[in-house]
C-alpha cells in the first residue's frame, strides 16, 4: 500500500464524488458532495477535505474540522477533529479508516492540537468499535444526537 492524502482539486474532483459508502452505511455519513458544498460555505480554514489515495487510485475522503467554536456561543470551547469518514464500499476493511485517522491525527499535532474529537450515530451498525479500537474514548457528550468521542493525542 502506499497511503497519501490529497487535497480535493477540479482535476481529482469526479474521482472524489465517485465515491461510495455501503448502503446501509449512508445514514450514518453525508455523501463527499456534501460534505465538500459545507467545506466551501464555511469560512476558510475550518474544513479540511482531503481525498485519500492508494498508489493512484482513490479509496475514500475524509473532512477535519479545524479550531471550531463547539458550542457555538463566541469561542468557550474550541476544538478540531474528523468530521466525515467515507471508505469506499469495495475498499473498507483494508485500512484506510485507520490511515485517515492517523492522519488527521497527525495533522492535528502539527498544528499543536492534544485532541482529536470525533462523533458517531450510536448503535450496533454503526462505528463505534472501530473508533474505540484506535483509542478513542466517549464522553458524555451528545452532538445532533450522536455519540462524542475523543482521543488524547499528547499521550499517543
Known amino acids: 500500500m502506499s497511503l497519501r492524502l490529497a487535497e480535493v ?3 481529482n ?6 465515491i461510495r459508502v455501503r448502503p446501509d452505511q449512508e445514514y450514518a455519513v453525508k455523501p463527499v458532495a456534501h460534505s465538500l458544498a459545507e467545506a466551501y460555505v464555511r469560512p476558510a480554514g475550518v ?6 489515495l492508494d498508489g493512484e ?10 479550531d471550531i467554536d463547539w458550542r457555538a456561543d463566541g469561542g468557550s470551547v474550541r476544538r478540531s477533529g ?17 490511515f485517515a485517522v492517523e492522519s488527521v491525527a497527525a495533522e492535528l499535532r502539527r498544528r499543536g492540537c492534544g485532541e482529536l474529537w470525533v462523533t458517531w450515530h450510536p448503535g450496533a451498525d454503526g462505528p463505534e468499535e472501530f473508533y474505540r479500537r484506535l483509542g478513542f474514548r466517549t464522553t458524555d457528550e451528545t452532538s445532533e444526537g450522536e ?4 482521543l488524547d493525542l499528547a499521550h499517543r
Open 9 to 11: 482539486t477540479s482535476a
Open 13 to 18: 474532483l469526479e474521482a472524489a464524488l465517485a
Open 47 to 52: 474544513a479540511w477535505p482531503r481525498l485519500i
Open 57 to 66: 487510485r482513490p479509496v475514500g475522503f475524509l473532512m477535519a474540522f479545524l
Open 82 to 98: 474528523l468530521w466525515r469518514l467515507n471508505i469506499d464500499a469495495g475498499e473498507q476493511g483494508n485500512g484506510y479508516g485507520r
Open 147 to 150: 455519540t462524542v468521542g475523543v
